[in-house]
């Protein structure tokens, strides 16, 4: 079974549970109830975390989407919670680094295939500073090796998500060596 996107998974009216009719419209609109549902993007952040040699951590992904790619730090935005706040707290669980300064350097659409659905996200990225790079511990769950550098095409034609590679790319734009 392919990866589909998520408008198209809405065989039946979430509210009502009439059969949708209209399969993988944008907006969602039910018929019987009136219900709309807009399938917007979710938040997602990225950190672009600097060391005193200005080279960037890249992490290396141990699970899909992207196994076994080049990455940055980040992930979701919880409900109820700022990028800002997702930004320290993604970097902190999958790091065990605290973010001690955030700059905004851009954000980018995205498309997230996981577990056969394919959903639209924003990717926001901040460069970031840490308190200190000792603390550097990668959740095994999630990460399964990390590097400093200034990276070159093998990096970046081995990242998991072409958001990563542009702000990285932006990002060397601005901090040439």
């Known amino acids: 079974m392919s990866d589909i996107p998520v408008e198209a998974a809405y065989a ?35 950190g672009l975390i600097v060391n ?64 056969g659905m394919i959903s639209p996200v924003v990717d926001f990225f901040f460069e970031c500073q840490v308190h200190s790079l000792v603390d550097l511990s990668l959740a095994a769950d999630e990460l399964d090796h990390h590097i400093w550098v200034r990276p070159g095409a093998e990096h970046l034609g081995n990242m998991a998500f072409e958001s990563n590679r542009i702000a990285v790319e932006l990002w060397m734009q601005e901090n040439p060596e």
């Open 52 to 115: 005193q040699r200005n080279e960037l951590l890249f992490v290396r992904r141990a699970r899909n989407p992207g196994l076994g790619k080049w990455g940055l730090p980040g992930g979701f935005v919880d409900r109820d919670e700022s990028v800002e706040e997702a930004l320290a707290r993604e970097v902190l669980e999958e790091t065990s680094l605290k973010v001690r300064q955030a700059r905004y350097l851009m954000s980018r659409p995205n498309r997230y295939a996981y577990r």
């Open 12 to 46: 039946f009216c979430p509210r009502c549970g009439i059969e949708n009719n209209d399969i993988g419209s944008i907006p969602f609109h039910c018929s019987s109830c009136e219900a709309t549902l807009f399938f917007g993007p979710v938040a997602a952040v990225g």
